[in-house]
């Protein structure tokens, strides 16, 4: 996969750079299926929304399917408040002292774009004081503040911004000299990367894969029923890539790819697991098995809305998740290596 690693990282920056969180993913979908169309690879949209890509293989009765989802962590407007700020609700599990003084944009019902900074509403020092410094950060101790010259809730209401509106955090992605890209919502766009690079060397490499491959372009997995729905019939094995977790007590790194066992929902198929160590070893691709207590990703999804087929967890070690994330090429290579050895294996 290794001259894919400039594709791969395109689309990865490409991806970073387009507002997605939850329940605002069209534009994201948009530049997914141009890729797809660009690949010539056919896909199709569940009523959802989710896209679906299929990959002729020589077994059709036995599906696989492989995951990556699109949609970030994010906000919405919950209150024009009298001063003219915005309250914000979160969207997904983010943590509002994981997103103090970032800079974000308003996208209003019309499509149109305003900047702000999520700041606590006590944010001056020089104001408030040690209770800038003690506050607890949440979201009814914080604010969103307008780049406009608003000083009133009908002032706001003016610029068309309303209850409802999407707030998307800035990514501020930087690609280190050193190999690390640092970036919010590293999860799960990574993944994504790795899928669309994966397809790429396939269509590229001409192979004949075993299995009939489908990947699905999940756009709710933040808000936990991404995957619930929509993953195609014929479907026996899911593999889900999305990120690993390094920190204390984990195995997980920022330089291989991560084998989940086990996380929130319980444990992953021991059948398939060992098969993605196996084919590590078979090819030198660098890997750690790992738990993780407080993660569930889209294979759980998938189960508990009743599905019929066994499922694993991948993907580039994240560190500092749901926050300011890193991760390093070596990761994001080795969980695409071991993507291409897995849709290749018998
Ligand atoms: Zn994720």
New binding site residues.
Partial sequence: MEKYWEYIKKTLLDLLAIPSPSGYTDRANAYISGQLQDLGVSFHVTNKGAIVATISGANDDSQRTISA?IDTLGAMVKEIKSNGMLKLTNIGGLGWANVEGENCIIITSSGAEYTGTLLLNKASAHVHGSETATAERKADTMQVRLDEKVKSAEDTRKLGIEVGDFVAFAPRTAVTPSGFIKSRHL??KAGVAIMLGVIKAIVAEKVQLPYTTNFFFSHF??VGHGASAGIPAATKELLCI??GAPGEGQQSDEFSVSICAKDSSGPYSRALKEKLVKLCQEHDIPYQVDIYPFYG?DASASLRAGCDFITGLIGPGVDASHSYERTHKDSIMATANLTWRYVLSQ
Avoid: C, F, P, R
Wanted: charged share 60%; net charge negative.
């Fill in positions: 989802h999860d799960d997995e933040e999305d990120m990703s």
